[in-house]
Antibody, heavy 124, light 110 residues
C-alpha cells in the first residue's frame, strides 16, 4: 500500500522560503512514476505546483516556476518542495501525491495516491 | 484563474442522477485524458475517474466519466448522502506544459 506523508513548518514568514518534505512508504520512488506537489488555499480550489520523475526531470507550474524547486532524496525515499519569497497568497494546504504520468501524443497524468496534506501559513 | 471551467454547485435528492460538466480547450481536454477527483470535507482529494472514464479499484460504478471534444462530464447516479463533496476535473495542458485543475463543483445532497 503506497502511503505519502508531508512534513515541514506550519508557519513561514513572508519573504522567506517554504520547505516541505514528502516521505513515501510502500513504494520506492526510484522504481518509476512522477511525484508531485499540489496546493489548496483555504476555501479555494486545487493548484498543481510541479512534478519530478525518479530520474530527476521536472515539470513546474509556469506561474510558480521562478520560485519553485522540487528535488529527490532517494536514500530516504523522499521528495521535497522549496518555494522562495513567499507571500500571504502562498498560504495553503500543501499535498504531495504520486503522479502516474505518461508523456506522448496524448499526455496521461493522474494523481493516484495522496498525502493527507499540511497547512502552511505565511505570516507578515 | 483555471483554464477548466465547472459549475460552482450541483445538487440532487438521494437516488437522483447528477451531472457535472467540465469545459476546456483544444490544448487540454481536446488533446489529453481527463481525470476527476472527489474531495470530501476536510480530507485530501481522491482519484475518482482517470483516463476519461476509468474507475480505480474501489470506486462504485455509480460514478462515470465521459469526454467529447473539449468538454468532459462526471455523472453520479443513485446519489447518496456520502457523495456530498467537492469534485474537480483535471488534465494536462500542452500550451502551459502543466497539469490544470477545474474550478471545482460542490455537490449537495438535499
Amino acid at each position: 500500500q503506497v502511503q505519502l506523508q508531508e512534513s515541514g513548518p506550519g508557519l513561514v514568514k513572508a519573504s522567506e522560503t517554504l520547505s516541505l518534505t514528502c516521505t513515501v512508504s510502500g513504494y520506492s520512488i526510484t522504481s518509476g512514476f512522477f511525484w508531485g506537489w499540489i496546493r489548496q488555499p483555504p476555501g479555494k480550489g486545487l493548484e498543481w505546483i510541479g512534478s519530478i520523475y525518479h530520474s530527476g526531470s521536472t515539470f513546474y507550474n509556469p506561474s510558480l516556476k521562478s520560485r519553485v524547486t522540487i528535488s529527490l532524496d532517494t536514500s530516504m525515499n523522499q521528495f521535497s518542495l522549496t518555494l522562495t519569497s513567499v507571500t500571504a497568497a502562498d498560504t495553503a494546504v500543501y499535498y504531495c501525491a504520486r503522479d502516474d504520468f505518461t508523456f506522448g501524443v496524448v499526455v496521461v497524468s493522474q494523481f493516484d495516491y495522496w498525502g493527507q496534506g499540511t497547512l502552511v501559513t505565511v505570516s507578515s | 484563474q483555471s483554464v477548466l471551467s465547472q459549475p460552482p454547485s450541483a445538487s440532487g435528492t438521494p437516488g437522483q442522477r447528477v451531472t457535472i460538466s467540465c469545459s476546456g480547450g483544444s490544448s487540454n481536454i481536446g488533446s489529453n485524458t481527463v481525470n476527476w477527483y472527489q474531495q470530501l470535507p476536510g480530507t485530501a482529494p481522491k482519484l475518482l475517474i482517470y483516463t476519461n472514464n476509468q474507475r480505480p479499484s474501489g470506486v462504485p460504478d455509480r460514478f462515470s466519466g465521459s469526454k467529447s471534444g473539449t468538454s468532459a462530464s462526471l455523472a453520479i447516479s443513485g446519489l447518496q448522502s456520502e457523495d456530498e463533496a467537492d469534485y474537480y476535473c483535471a488534465a494536462w495542458d500542452d500550451s502551459l506544459n502543466g497539469y490544470v485543475f477545474g474550478t471545482g463543483t460542490k455537490v449537495t445532497v438535499l
